[in-house]
C-alpha cells in the first residue's frame, strides 16, 4: 500500500527545522523509493553519477519514511548479477541458456511471434502478469495495448494484496478508501504487523497515534509487537477474521452501538444483515475465534465507541477462502458505526482533480465486451473482473467522473489460478503468450506446480526483468529492467488517495537496462501499433498527465515532491455512494445479480485430513525482502541466511525439533523446506512460513531446481482447490491450511557453507 | 458519541484537515517565507515519537556507500561480491 500523507492538525507547536547540510561533491535528488508498495519519498545522493546513498525526505511530512531496503539499494542494483542486455533463450526451455541480441533484434521476434499466436488463438491468447508496484513506470501502458489489441487476461499479484481489497471495498459503497491514521482514535489491525522496515510510514504513523492517545485492536494469533504494544489483542484462531467480525456486529447491534442515522438515511439491507448477524452469538464466535467471549465485546465496544476508528488495509483478509466477505464485514463495520467518510476514519479521497490517473491511459473502453466476456476466472469466479464490476460503471462514473476507475490495479483483473490452467491447457481456450514484467509469477500465486506446467506449455515466454529470476529462466526472452534510482516517476497511489508524487530520476540506467515504459513503447511498434504509446518519452507522458496541473514534471518535481488536494468528507451527501443504489449496499446488489450470497458469510474449514496435523500461515512477509526479492543482497541474507519456519515451544517439542533443524512442511500440493525457529510468540499448532524464497547463488536451470525455487518457495504449499479458494474472487486461502512437518537433515548447500565457517551461527532475523 | 461526522466537533476536525493540508503544500514547497513558516510548523506536527521500539543501527549510523567501492562491487572485486553466476556462454 501507499503510504498516506500523514497530519495530526491538533499538534502544532514548538516546531523547529534542522536542514540537513548540503556535502561537497554530492548531488541530491528528491526521488521516490520503489523497492516495496509503500512508495516513501526518499532522497538520493551521488557521487560521480551513481547514487552512493538513499536517505529519508527533507519534507517534514515523509520524515522517517526510510528502511533497510531502501538504504541497500543503491548495492542491490549495483549486484554482479543484474541483467544488463536483452538475453535470448538458446536451450530447451528452462535450460537456463541464453545468449545476448540487440533490443531491436529482440522486439521484432517477439512481436512476430506474439502476433502469430494472437492470429493463430486469438488476442485472449496473450496473458500479462505484472504489478505497477513494481514496474512503476507501466502507467497503465501494458492494459492499453492488451485492451486495443484484445486481451483481458491481465493478472497481477494484487489480486491478492490490496487489488482484490479495493474492487471488494467497491461492492459496498462504491470506492476503496485510505484510513486516516493521524486522526484517528482508534486503530484496528487485522493481522497486520508494520514495522521499523515494512510499512514504515504506517509503523510511525501507529506510533504517533498511540503516543497522542489513539487506542489500538490487534488481531493476531500470534504475538506480533504490534500485539504487544496493542490495548487489546484478540489472539484469534488463524483465518477466523470473518467470524470475529461477525461477534463484533452482534455486540455492536444488540447494544445499539451503531449509528443509527447513517444506517436509516445511507445503508440498505440492514435489517437482512442484522439477521446474518444473529447467527453469531458470541458464544459460537468465541468458539470459531477461540478467543475470550468478554474480550471480543470489549473491543468491539471501543471501536464502535472510541473512535473515529479505522480499520486500515490488512494483507491478511485478502488471502482467506472466505476473503470477499471479510473484506465486505470491514466495510460494513467502518460503514454502520459513522467511521466512513469522516476526519478520523476511512476517507473516499478520488483522484486528484487535474492529474490524469492511469485507468484513462488503460482504455478499458477500447476492449470489446465480447472480449471482456472472455476474461479468465469471470465466469465462476467473478468479482474483481470486468464481469463482476460492470453494475459499477456507471455509478462510478456518476459520482466519482470515471467509467472505469481501476483503483489499486484491482478492479478488471483475470483471475490468476483460472489463467495457470488455460495455460496449461485446461480453460476454456488456450493461452499461448505469456509476459511478466517485475514479476516472479512462479512464486507469486498459489499451486506453483500449476504454473510451472502452465509455463511450460507456452509458445512464446517474455520477462522484463532486473535478475535472471526462476520465472525468468523459463522465458523465451528476458530483457534488462531499470530500477527506481534510474527512472523518473509521477505516482498517484494507483487511485486510492488523491495525493500525487513525482520523484526524479537519479542516475543513468547500467548496460542497456530499460523501463517499462520503453519496453511496452517498443512492444507497441513492434506490432505495428506505435499509435498506441504516442510519447516519445516518460517525462513526455508525464507532461501529459500533467496538463491540468499547468506545469511539466520538471517543473514539478523541481517545485515540489508532493501535490495533495484539499480534504473534503461526507461527499455522499451531495453525491450519493457510486453504488447501485447509491447507498451503501449492506446486502450487495451486486454480488445478488451475480448469483452470490449478498450478505457476507462465514466459512468453516474444511474436515481434518489425515496426515496434516498442524495449520500452515503462509505468504508472510520478511523485513530484508519484498516479495520475492532482495535475496541477493549480502546485508539482507547476513540478518535472514535462511528461509524460516516459526513454531511454538510446545509443537517444536510434539515433533521433536529444535532452534536451527531443518524441516519439512508439506500440503496436498507440495512441500518446502526451511530452518526451524523456536518462537514463544507462536500458538500451537500453526507453522508460519515465509514468502517467496529462492536462493540467487543457487544453480540455474529447471533441471537443477531454479536457483531453490523447487525447494523454498511458498507458492509450492499454497492450493488452489475450491475448499481453499475464495467463492466471489478465485483467490487462495494462506492463513490457515492443513499441513505436515517432518525434520530433515539441513540441505547440501547449507552444510558445505556450515563445514566453510565452522561455528558461525545463523544470523537470525530480529523480526517476529 | 460522535457520530457519522455530525456536530461542531467534526465541523471543526474538517476544517482543521484542509488547514493542515493547505500547510503540507505549501511546507513542501519550502520557496517563500509563509511556505518556511508552514514547514515549521508541518516538522512539528508530523514528528514521530522519538521513542522508537525498533530502532536499527543500519539505519541510524548510514552514511552511505563509496562510489569506487560499488564500482568494485558490480565488478565482482569486492569481498561481499559473489563470482559471477553466469552459466558459460551468458553475457554480462
Redesign the interface.
Known amino acids: 500500500m501507499p503510504a498516506p500523507?500523514?497530519?495530526?492538525?491538533?499538534?502544532?507547536?514548538?516546531?523547529?527545522?534542522a536542514p540537513r547540510p548540503s556535502r561537497p561533491g554530492v548531488e541530491t535528488k528528491r526521488a521516490i523509493c520503489q523497492t516495496c508498495d509503500i512508495a516513501c519519498s526518499v532522497v538520493t545522493?551521488s557521487?560521480?553519477g551513481?547514487v552512493?546513498?538513499?536517505?529519508s525526505s527533507d519534507?517534514?511530512?515523509f520524515?522517517?519514511h526510510?528502511?533497510?531496503k531502501g538504504?541497500v539499494a543503491?548495492?542491490g542494483f549495483?549486484?554482479?548479477?543484474?541483467l544488463?542486455?536483452p538475453?535470448r533463450r538458446?536451450g530447451e526451455r528452462g535450460s537456463?541458456?541464453?545468449?545476448?541480441v540487440s533490443w531491436e533484434e529482440a522486439m521484432a521476434d517477439i512481436g512476430a511471434r506474439l502476433k502469430a499466436v494472437i492470429a493463430e488463438h486469438g488476442p485472449e491468447a496473450w496473458a500479462v502478469s505484472t504489478s505497477q508496484w513494481n514496474t512503476c513506470t507501466d502507467q497503465g501502458l501494458g492494459r492499453r495495448i492488451m485492451n486495443h489489441l484484445g486481451s483481458p487476461n491481465w493478472i497481477s499479484g494484487v489480486a491478492l494484496c490490496a487489488g482484490n481489497t479495493a474492487a471488494v471495498n467497491r461492492l459496498t459503497y462504491g470506492w476503496f478508501p485510505m484510513a486516516d491514521f493521524m486522526?484517528a482514535k482508534v486503530i484496528v489491525l487485522m493481522g497486520h504487523n508494520p514495522?521499523?522496515?515494512s510499512w514504515t510510514p504506517i509503523?510511525?504513523?501507529i506510533?504517533?497515534a498511540?503516543?497522542r492517545g489513539a487506542k489500538l485492536i490487534v488481531f493476531d494469533p500470534r504475538r506480533s509487537?504490534s500485539a504487544e504494544?496493542a490495548d487489546i489483542w484478540l489472539p484469534l484462531k488463524a483465518g477466523s477474521d470473518a467470524a470475529m467480525m461477525f461477534g463484533w456486529l452482534k455486540v455492536i447491534f444488540d447494544e445499539g452501538l451503531y449509528?443509527r442515522?447513517?444506517v436509516e438515511n445511507w445503508t440498505v439491507g440492514f435489517e437482512e444483515l442484522r439477521a446474518r448477524v444473529d447467527e453469531f452469538p458470541l458464544e459460537r464466535v468465541a468458539k470459531l475465534t477461540g478467543c475470550d467471549p468478554e474480550q471480543i465485546a470489549e473491543a468491539a465496544r471501543l471501536y464502535a465507541?472510541g473512535?473515529?476508528s479505522i480499520i486500515p488495509w490488512t494483507p491478511i483478509t485478502d488471502m482467506q477462502r472466505y476473503s470477499t466477505s471479510a473484506i465486505r464485514l470491514q466495510s460494513i463495520l467502518r460503514a454502520v458505526c459513522?467511521h466512513l467518510?469522516?476526519?478520523?476514519g476511512e476517507t473516499l479521497q478520488g483522484a486528484h482533480p487535474q492529474v490524469t490517473p492511469e485507468w484513462v491511459i488503460e482504455a478499458h473502453e477500447a476492449l470489446p465486451e465480447a472480449q471482456k466476456a472472455k476474461q479468465l476466472g469471470s465466469d465462476a469466479h467473478p468479482a474483481f473482473t470486468y464481469r463482476g464490476q460492470a453494475a459499477l460503471r456507471e455509478p462510478a462514473k456518476r459520482v466519482w467522473g470515471y467509467e472505469y476507475p481501476n483503483q489499486v490495479m484491482g478492479c478488471f483483473m483475470a483471475n490468476p489460478s483460472a489463467t495457470f490452467r488455460a495455460m496449461a491447457g485446461e480453460g476454456p481456450y488456450p493461452v499461448k503468450a505469456f509476459f511478466f514484467l517485475g514479476n516472479n509469477p512462479l512464486l507469486s500465486y498459489a499451486n506453483m506446480p500449476k504454473i510451472l506446467e502452465g509455463m511450460m506449455n507456452q509458445d512464446l515466454i517474455v520477462a522484463h526483468e532486473q535478475f535472471m529470476t526462476p520465472s525468468a529462466q523459463l522465458a523465451d526472452y528476458v530483457l534488462p529492467a531499470d530500477s527506481w534510482l534510474e527512472r523518473p516517476w509521477l505516482t498517484d497511489s494507483w487511485g486510492w488517495m488523491s495525493t500525487v508524487r513525482p520523484g526524479a530520476k537519479s542516475m543513468e540506467p547500467?548496460g542497456e537496462a530499460e523501463s517499462t515504459f520503453s519496453f511496452w513503447k517498443r512492444l507497441a511498434g513492434a506490432l505495428d501499433r506505435p499509435d498506441l504509446v504516442p510519447w516519445d518519452s516518460l517525462e513526455d507522458l508525464y507532461d501529459w498527465r500533467l496538463r491540468g496541473v499547468g506545469k511539466s514534471f520538471a517543473e514539478f518535481v523541481a517545485?515540489?515532491?508532493?501535490?495533495?488536494?484539499?480534504?473534503q468528507?461526507?461527499k455522499y451527501r451531495k453525491t450519493g455512494f457510486a453504488t447501485p443504489s447509491g447507498k451503501v449496499e449492506l446486502k450487495s446488489s451486486v454480488l445478488e445479480d451475480l448469483g452470490f450470497d449478498p450478505l457476507p458469510y462465514f466459512r468453516e474449514d474444511p474436515a481434518p485430513e489425515p496426515g496434516y496435523p498442524l495449520t500452515l500461515f503462509t505468504g508472510v512477509r520478511e523485513d530484508g525482502f519484498f516479495q520475492t526479492g532482495h535475496r541477493?543482497i549480502?546485508?539482507m541474507r547476513a540478518r535472514t541466511p535462511q528461509p524460516l519456519a516459526f513454531l511454538s515451544p510446545e509443537t517444536a517439542r510434539q515433533f521433536g525439533i529444535a532452534e536451527g533443524d531443518w524441516i519439512r512442511i508439506g500440503t496436498t500440493v507440495g512441500d518446502v523446506d526451511l530452518m526451524a525457529s523456536v518462537r514463544d510468540s507462536m500458538p500451537d499448532g500453526l507453522v508460519r512460513i515465509p514468502h517467496g524464497w529462492w536462493k540467487?547463488?543457487m544453480?540455474?536451470?529447471l533441471a537443477e531446481g531454479l536457483s531453490g525455487a523447487l525447494k523454498y518457495a511458498d507458492a509450492q504449499l499454497c492450493r488452489d482447490d475450491p475448499d481453499y479458494l475464495d467463492r466471489e474472487q478465485g483467490i487462495p486461502h494462506l492463513k490457515g491450511v492443513p499441513c505436515s512437518l517432518t525434520k530433515i537433515d539441513a540441505p547440501r548447500e547449507v552444510s558445505a557453507e556450515a563445514l566453510k565457517h565452522p561455528g558461525r551461527a545463523p544470523a537470525l532475523t530480529p523480526a517476529e | 458519541m460522535e457520530r457519522g461526522g455530525q456536530g461542531w466537533s467534526h465541523w471543526r476536525r474538517e476544517r482543521m484537515a484542509a488547514l493542515t493540508a493547505s500547510l503540507a503544500s505549501r511546507s513542501a514547497r519550502n520557496k517563500t517565507m509563509l511556505d518556511r513558516l508552514c514547514r515549521v510548523v508541518v516538522a512539528k506536527v508530523a514528528a514521530p515519537p522519538a521513542e522508537d521500539y525498533m530502532r536499527d543501527p543500519l539505519i541510524d549510523d548510514d552514511q552511505g556507500f563509496d562510489p569506487d567501492e560499488l564500482d568494485r562491487y558490480q565488478r565482482g572485486e569486492a569481498p561481499d561480491a559473489p563470482a559471477s553466476r553466469r552459466p558459460a556462454g551468458e553475457p554480462g
Do not use: W
Open positions: 500523507v500523514p497530519f495530526d492538525p491538533e499538534s502544532a507547536a514548538n516546531a523547529s527545522i545522493e557521487k560521480n551513481r552512493v546513498r538513499v536517505r519534507n517534514p511530512i520524515r522517517d526510510i528502511c533497510m538504504i543503491p548495492k549495483a549486484h554482479p548479477d543484474r544488463l542486455h538475453l538458446v537456463g541458456k541464453f545468449e545476448r486522526n514495522t521499523r522496515h509503523y510511525s504513523m506510533r504517533s498511540q503516543a509487537k504494544r449509528d442515522e447513517f465507541t473512535g473515529p459513522g467518510d469522516v476526519v478520523g547500467p517545485e515540489s515532491d508532493v501535490s495533495i488536494v484539499p480534504p468528507f461526507r541477493h549480502p546485508e540467487p547463488e544453480t540455474r536451470g
